[in-house]
T-cell receptor, first 112, second 116 residues
Framework: SQKIEQNSEALNIQEGKTATLTCNYT??????LQWYRQDPGRGPVFLLL?????KEKRKERLKVTFDTTLKQSLFHITASQPADSATYLC???????????FGAGTRLFVKA | NAGVMQNPRHLVRRRGQEARLRCSPM?????VYWYRQLPEEGLKFMVY????????ESGMPKERFSAEFPKEGPSILRIQQVVRGDSAAYFC??????????????FGPGTRLTVL
């Protein structure tokens, strides 16, 4: 069956360090992959999209990689700040599909 | 430009009652999606609609749940005869016409349904 896995354990890092979050998937042929941020009690906020023919995408302090051979995406936040503390969701859209499949998310805590 | 609006933000219903959740997409957006989120779980796709059409409802339970997106007015997610297991946060998202429909989804703040 189709599966998206994100590390269920919270990630705790020190301010200024780089946070790296992992998203693994099985049995998908995704057209593209998205990363969202979700704060408690709020809806997800779109951050970045990377297509299957792209290896890397950057936006300010954010960087996403997409390895379709490993079936994995890495999400990096450089020079992390306490304000980056949130849950980060990975989402896939299959080729030719409309349905977005979300992972359960990884909670990030950045300590000052 | 106001974001996606959902109301009510909190809804309490007793078992057997009906729940109606409303979603007003961003201005100019013609695609609407509904998701359900249980505590500590990811969002589960329920249904994707365009104006007056249901495009994909593969994530919607076959019974008691229905969705519409009329020509005028908000999208409605309707849950009949609610049960305790329906308690969850329901999120609506919208995206603009053109391009891939799921390219960038803008989410509303959600409606938290509690069934007593």
């Amino acid at each position: 069956s189709q599966k998206i896995e994100q590390n269920s354990e919270a990630l705790n890092i020190q301010e200024g360090k780089t946070a790296t979050l992992t998203c693994n998937y099985t049995n998908y042929s995704p057209a593209y992959l998205q990363w969202y941020r979700q704060d408690p009690g709020r809806g997800p906020v779109f951050l970045l999209l990377i297509r299957e023919n792209e290896k890397e995408k950057r936006k300010e302090r954010l960087k996403v990689t997409f390895d379709t051979t490993l079936k994995q995406s890495l999400f990096h936040i450089t020079a992390s700040q306490p304000a980056d503390s949130a849950t980060y969701l990975c989402a896939l859209v299959r080729t030719g599909g409309f349905k977005t499949i979300f992972g359960a998310g990884t909670r990030l805590f950045v300590k000052a | 430009n106001a974001g996606v609006m959902q109301n009510p933000r909190h809804l309490v219903r007793r078992r057997g009652q009906e729940a109606r959740l409303r979603c007003s997409p961003m201005k100019g957006h013609s695609h609407v999606y509904w998701y359900r989120q249980l505590p500590e779980e990811g969002l589960k796709f329920m249904v994707y609609l365009q104006k007056e059409n249901i495009i994909d409802e593969s994530g919607m339970p076959k019974e008691r749940f229905s969705a519409e997106f009329p020509k005028e007015g908000p999208s409605i997610l309707r849950i009949q005869q609610v049960v305790r297991g329906d308690s969850a946060a329901y999120f609506c998202a919208s995206s603009p016409p053109g391009g891939e429909p799921t390219d960038t989804q803008y989410f509303g703040p959600g409606t938290r349904l509690t069934v007593l």
